[in-house]
């Protein structure tokens, strides 16, 4: 059993920033790859941004120079820092996992910016 815990989202203004956690707790051996997904009202998840285990990230294009992946593998924690925020970055924000057992994900956190 793998446990994702997820913290940081809120409510902000535009060009607010903020920054996301999650922790993943459990069955937890060598994680490849961490990321986030987000999914706004009415619409698909879709991929944010992902790390790999090596510190390669990879970013959606309507985030790039704005947000920031980063993980710490010895506490098996992402994070996500989170600047220039706009109204259309408003969705459930979801922790994602690969690890040879599988993949797995978090129960959301919230961001919404107001404009």
């Known amino acids: 059993q793998v446990q994702l815990v997820e913290s940081g989202g809120g409510l902000v203004q535009t060009g607010g920033s903020l920054r996301l956690s999650c922790a993943a707790s459990?069955?937890?051996?060598?994680?490849?790859?961490m990321g986030w997904y987000r999914q706004a009202s009415g619409k698909q998840r879709e991929l944010v941004a992902s790390i790999t285990r090596g510190g390669t990230a990879n970013y959606a294009d309507s985030v790039k120079g704005r947000f920031t992946i980063s993980r710490d593998n010895a506490k098996n924690t992402v994070y996500l820092q989170m600047n220039s925020l706009k109204p259309e970055d408003t969705g459930v924000y979801y922790c994602?996992?690969?690890?040879?057992?599988?993949?797995?994900w978090g129960q959301g956190t919230q961001v919404t910016v107001s404009s």
């Open positions: 459990g069955s937890v051996a060598m994680i490849n790859v």
């Open positions: 994602n996992i690969e690890q040879i057992r599988g993949i797995y």
